[in-house]
């Protein structure tokens, strides 16, 4: 009987949530604002000079990530950050917002925690004072990251101005082959269609090959669906999203959940449903993925090699591409799998989940970080920490000669203590290789877990099939335990 | 907030795509609980050489530019991190105006909070804007009200924007304020959600 037009999962969870619409800007309520300690003193600031309160400090939630040391997190040498973390925690006191600090076990960056307490759901507005917030709408929730005046009115009214974003479609078809993680595909998907296709728009991806992903996979896509320019990224819940957020502390619980599940169903795009752009990928032939410029749409296969400027059309971009070759210190025709790394950072809120730890833990097992080394591994929160030292992931990781740390966003900005020294190379599973983001004159190269940990072993870039050759499952020991790191075959 | 009616001033050119939020502010200046004094921060890893003195060879370091309240930019401009800090930092410098192919989204909204005006031009006026201002800098003015950028020769190109956002700048109007006076509309609707979702 219903004649209604069909309908995007965009429009299902935007179309509710408008409270007021005025020409075409739309207050849009939020469900769920999540804060951290560096973009939200000014805001709370604001409000006290306004004498206003929070509207909803139950709608709102708070961790501290960006600043916290992750070698001993009550350790704050740096009087600033010290100052920042001491703000938040006054600040939650005194507008009785629940705070998960350095003492709770709920404690971790910001997008690994919302969903992990079950406070993402599907079909909710997120926000927060952080762009990776798009990573939430991997469950199906319209979830992006805003600046501090908008934290500030958020906090304040519960709301939103927004104009109403255009969609686009990013078909993902085809068997995601071994080795080839989500991450390698959003990079890949970047790499293709550059840094700014996604710009006014919310990305919906769709297709086989994100049907088949775990939700840390489809977490690690919708984060960097920022790194395109989008204002969100969204994947349709299905089973897998239930059964991820069932008995999680904050998700619905018993018949409520049930209830929840059936209206949860109702959200994906209906057949004949339109978007203002589709963008169609077979991933079957994908390769892992390294990025060798300054930015995440600067990437190639691992196998690739470094290219030349003059292999650019347009000028902007070829110039670019020079100044980006000569930041990153690398000359064209080198091979990606010649150049090597001083650091790893396995870690941020692209790739600290406990899936991502199993990968690169199964590729560090009983192997050795190559001399010269740093490897670091930060999981996203402490609960993350907690489950992979039940399965004794930390065991593997430091038998191998990675450091082991607490939860925190450490080198994935270095805010805090941990940073890479200029002119060295970094392999990182973080979302940004802008100038200077793990530290004035960094090098970060970005990878997914498992070609961070080949690199830690390999003491450059390496394609980790090789390592996942021959063995019954990727998590198979390869064979060559021990030796001083040089265990990797090289490409012939 | 400040209001921005019919702003004219210098020039200065970044000749740059993708400018990112990073370079713009770099992260070490995050960590101030207040909004003001970014402006010395600007571009602070491209502005300064590791002794702490000005980079000759950095735009903004050019003695043409001195005093420069609107900046020609090239695509993408503002992306990557959502820092306010970006914006307050251009602000603080003495940035009123922003003209660019594109700009991205977060960074694009933040600017209008702190009463900075992006204009997104077409790329080729973009282009006639570096290559008229290569060596010769000279002031424009941006009339909000009119929507349009003047150059001083007498040419002008129209641009588009939102007629709130347009609205609100033109007389500084405090968002917080404003969406306040929807209090009553914002109430009944928590009302009919709570009921929902009990139901
Ligand atoms: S891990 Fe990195 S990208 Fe993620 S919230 Fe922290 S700083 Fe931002």
């Known amino acids: ?492 | 907030m400040e209001p921005l009616v019919r702003h004219e001033g210098k020039t200065a050119f970044l000749d740059r795509v993708n400018v990112d939020t990073d370079q713009i502010i770099p992260k070490q200046f995050l960590k101030r609980i207040e909004r003001s004094g970014f402006g010395q921060f600007l571009f602070y890893d491209w502005r300064y050489l590791d002794d702490g003195s000005p980079n000759p060879e950095f735009a903004l370091n050019h003695p043409d530019y001195a005093g420069a309240s609107i900046l020609v930019a090239r695509d993408n401009f503002g992306c990557g991190s959502s820092r306010e800090h970006a914006a307050w930092a251009l602000a603080d410098y003495g940035i009123r105006v922003i003209l660019a192919p594109s700009f991205a989204d977060i960074f694009y909204n933040n600017c209008f909070k702190n009463g900075l005006l992006p204009v997104v031009l077409a790329s080729e006026t973009i282009q006639h804007l570096f290559t008229v201002g290569a060596g010769h800098p000279y002031s424009l003015t941006v009339d909000l009200e009119k929507q349009r950028v003047e150059l001083p020769d007498g040419t002008s190109y129209p641009f588009d924007i939102d007629p709130q956002r347009k609205h609100k700048l033109l007389n500084g109007l405090d968002d917080v304020g404003l969406t306040l006076q929807h209090e009553a509309a914002i109430a009944d609707y928590e009302q009919r959600r709570s009921k929902a979702a009990v139901g």
């Not at chain 1, 009087?79 to 600040?91: C, E, F, R, S, V």
């Not at chain 1, 919906?204 to 090959?209: C, V």
């Not at chain 1, 004035?440 to 830690?456: D, E, I, N, Q, Y």
Request: with cysteine; charged share 20%; glycine share 10%.
């Open chain 1, 1 to 492: 009987m219903s004649t209604a037009r069909p309908k995007t999962l965009f429009d299902k969870i935007w179309e509710p949530h408008v409270v007021v619409e005025e020409g075409s800007q739309s207050l849009i309520y939020i469900d769920l604002h999540l804060i951290h300690e560096v973009t939200s003193p000014q805001a709370f600031e604001a409000l006290r000079l306004a004498g206003r309160k929070v509207r909803r400090p139950d709608l709102t939630f708070a961790t501290m990530d960006h600043n916290v040391p992750t070698d001993n997190p009550f350790d704050v040498r740096d009087p600033i950050a010290a100052k920042q973390i001491q703000t938040l925690a006054d600040n939650c006191r005194q507008f009785g917002i629940p705070l998960a600090d350095l003492n709770s076990c709920d404690q971790g960056i910001v997008h690994v925690i919302g969903p992990e307490l079950g406070l993402t759901q599907p079909g909710k507005t997120i926000v927060c004072g952080d762009s990776h917030t798009s990573t939430h709408g991997a469950f199906g929730a319209l979830a992006f990251g805003i600046g501090t005046s908008e934290v500030e009115h958020v906090l304040a009214t519960q709301c939103l101005w927004q104009v109403r974003p255009k969609t686009l479609n990013v078909r993902l078809n085809g068997r995601i082959p071994a080795g080839v993680t989500a991450k390698d595909i959003i990079l890949a998907v970047i790499g293709r269609y550059g840094v700014d296709f996604g710009t006014g728009y919310v990305i919906e991806f769709s297709g086989e090959a994100v049907r088949s992903l775990s939700m840390e996979g489809r977490m690690t896509m919708c984060n960097m669906a920022i790194e395109a320019g989008a204002r969100a990224g969204l994947v349709a819940p299905d089973e897998k999203t239930f059964a991820y957020l069932q008995g999680r502390p904050y998700a619905p619980q018993g018949a409520d959940f049930d209830r929840a599940v059936e209206a949860w169903k109702q959200l994906c795009t209906d057949e004949g449903a339109e978007f203002d752009k589709v963008i169609e990928l077979d991933v079957a032939d994908l390769e892992p993925q390294v990025t060798w410029g300054t930015n995440p749409g600067m990437c190639l296969g691992v196998n690739d090699v470094v290219p030349s400027p003059d292999s650019f059309t347009s000028p902007v971009a070829r110039q670019a591409a020079e100044q980006a070759l000569a930041y990153m210190g690398l000359t064209p025709g080198t091979r990606l799998t010649d150049v090597s790394v001083q650091h790893v950072f396995i870690g941020s809120c692209t790739n600290a989940r406990i899936e991502d730890l199993r990968l690169a833990a199964a590729v560090a097992k009983g192997r050795r970080v190559a001399p010269g080394v740093r490897a670091l591994v930060v999981p996203g929160s402490k609960r993350v920490k907690e489950q992979a030292e039940a399965e004794g992931l930390h065991e593997v990781f430091r038998a191998a000669g990675f450091e082991w740390r607490e939860p925190g966003c450490s080198m994935c900005l270095a805010m805090n203590p941990d940073f890479v020294p200029a002119g060295e190379r970094c392999a990182s599973t973080s979302n940004r290789n802008f100038e200077g983001r793990q530290g004035k004159g960094a090098r970060t190269h970005l990878v997914s877990p498992a070609m961070a940990a080949a690199a830690a072993i390999a003491g450059h870039f390496v394609d980790v099939r090789e390592f996942l050759d021959g063995s019954p499952s990727p998590l198979a020991t390869g064979s060559n335990t021990g030796g001083a790191g040089n265990g990797a075959a090289r490409p012939a």
